[in-house]
């Protein structure tokens, strides 16, 4: 099979599965409703993260030649993302609380790391010495899963966002195993944006105008966001590891600096850090004048910017702990200029709200709209 059928069976399978999806869950009930913060309109069928899910799983079945690793390999983190995916479903049918959301997602992430994959080191950010992590590298893991998965989560705010970011991702991470040879998790990082480009199509009304949108849902940013760390284990870990650590966090550099702005900024106020809130990156770019469109431009052209900029540092042979110093002073400027962009473009409905106990602000996935 060659690489033009791949593309195109992978694109045929998540566009077949994406309207299958979206006619069972209306008639379900797996549907977004507007009111509160959500300012759609009509009940919106909440299926791109099935679709992605299941042109995986049979790219798996019927094409396991075309995987980034072998199928036993493969194995434990389809069983992963299978796990987030009904949960992430559960959760965006009956807004389950939040400790079975967090323990799902922490045994995924235990599921791959008892197949040996997880971060055993942070590379030479040391200098002449390597940062191993030992058996805190399990630990460290298990926070990383739940940064990834809330770190896409919390982009998926604006018609097209979180699949564009997303594709921008895996562009990026397709870049670094091309340049390093390994011609295969290439490949598959492409069919990951391929998946991608049926929701797209339909989330922003690129065909069948909005009679047939969708969302992407929490099962979907929850798998999206695994998948991506999933992909930097394989590509910074181990003996067949292709880029340092420090080039992984310029990859995700944008969803992780705003997830962790955000946060800082609810723990601030007094509220929980899953406290529903609109002062994502998204949400303030929008107040501060550009559309949907244009936000979704902007935010993804930052994340090939963040991603591209890093790769060029890896590719010129850059010290990877001067890359950090870089990536960090790269945090410092986006914090700063995110908080002064919030104070200049307030969310004014916010002054009329009261803060909420952990509990029940958990129970929203910060992602919504």
């Not at 235990?110 to 055993?120: A, E, H, K, R, T």
């Not at 394989?234 to 067949?240: A, F, I, L, Y």
């Not at 991603?307 to 986006?334: D, P, R």
């Not at 919030?342 to 910060?366: E, F, G, M, V, Y």
Request: hydrophobic share 55%.
């Amino acid at each position: 099979m060659t690489m033009g059928k791949e593309i195109f069976i992978m694109f045929l399978t998540a566009m077949s599965f994406l309207l299958i999806a979206r006619f069972v869950a209306l008639k379900c009930g797996l549907v977004d409703k507007p009111g509160g913060r959500k300012q759609h309109k009509g009940e919106i069928p909440l299926v791109g993260g099935i679709s992605f899910y299941c042109a995986i799983v049979v790219f798996y079945l019927f094409w396991p030649e075309v995987l980034p690793h072998t199928t036993a390999h493969f194995l434990p983190y389809l069983i992963s993302i299978s796990l987030l995916l009904f949960v992430g479903i559960a959760d965006d049918r009956y807004d389950l609380p939040v400790v079975p959301r967090v323990f799902i997602q922490a045994l995924s992430a235990v599921i791959i790391m008892v197949d040996g994959f997880y971060l055993q080191t942070f590379g030479h950010v040391l200098g002449g010495y390597e940062l191993t992590l030992g058996l805190v590298g399990y630990l460290v893991t298990l926070f990383a899963t739940w940064a990834a998965i809330n770190a896409f989560n919390m982009v998926d705010g604006v018609d097209g966002l979180l699949g564009s970011v997303a594709s921008a991702t895996f562009a990026a991470l397709m870049v670094v195993f091309l340049l390093a040879g390994a011609h295969a998790r290439a490949m598959w990082c492409l069919l990951m944006i391929v998946a991608l480009i049926p929701y797209l199509m339909l989330n922003m009304g690129l065909i069948g105008s909005k009679r047939l949108k969708v969302f992407m849902g929490d099962a979907g940013s929850m798998v999206i966001g695994f998948t991506m760390l999933w992909l930097v284990i394989v590509g910074s870990q181990g003996n067949k590891a292709v880029m340092a650590p420090v080039t992984a966090l310029w990859v995700i550099a944008l969803p992780l600096m705003d997830m962790v702005t955000i946060m800082v900024r609810r723990i601030r106020r007094g509220h929980s850090p899953f406290h529903p809130d609109r002062d994502h990156l998204h949400h303030i770019l929008m107040r501060s004048g550009l559309t949907g469109r244009q936000t979704v431009l902007v935010m993804t052209l930052l994340t090939a910017l963040f991603a591209g900029f890093g790769i060029v540092l890896s590719q010129l042979g850059t010290a990877e702990w001067l890359s950090l110093l870089l990536f960090l002073g790269l945090f410092t400027g986006y914090l700063f200029t995110n908080n002064k962009l919030q104070k200049r473009n307030p969310d004014l409905r916010a002054k009329h709200t009261q803060p909420q106990n952990i509990t029940a602000s958990a129970n929203i996935p910060a992602g919504n709209r």
